[in-house]
């Protein structure tokens, strides 16, 4: 199975969890969210198999998050939020065939990794 990072090169939580995976062995497939962001029922997924709740995965200290008022919002207006603005979008989501994880702290990564 394939592994699989929404990465953002400027994030050093995203990079340091890519260079553990490459540290492991793993080429994975690289996804630059910001440039391809996933569909709303890929982050709903993405999401659930984390076992996070919506609001977990939204990166609420980002200047849009206040713009768009999100603090009330429920969660289909965030994953809404999300795909329109994918800078909300907290990173690095990591699938492996043993799970998804939101890699921050990097190392999180390691309990994923085949």
Partial sequence: MTTTIYHNPRCSNSRGALELIRAAGIEPQVIDYLEHPPTRDKLRDLIERAGLSVRDAIRSKEAQYAELGLDQASDE??????????????????????????????????????
Avoid at 82 to 106: C, D, Q, S, W, Y
């Fill in 77 to 114: 207006q965030l994953l809404d939020a999300m795909v329109a603005h994918p800078v909300l979008i907290n990173r690095p989501f990591v699938v492996t065939e043993k799970g998804v994880r939101l890699a921050r702290p990097p190392g999180l990564v390691r309990e994923i990794l085949p």
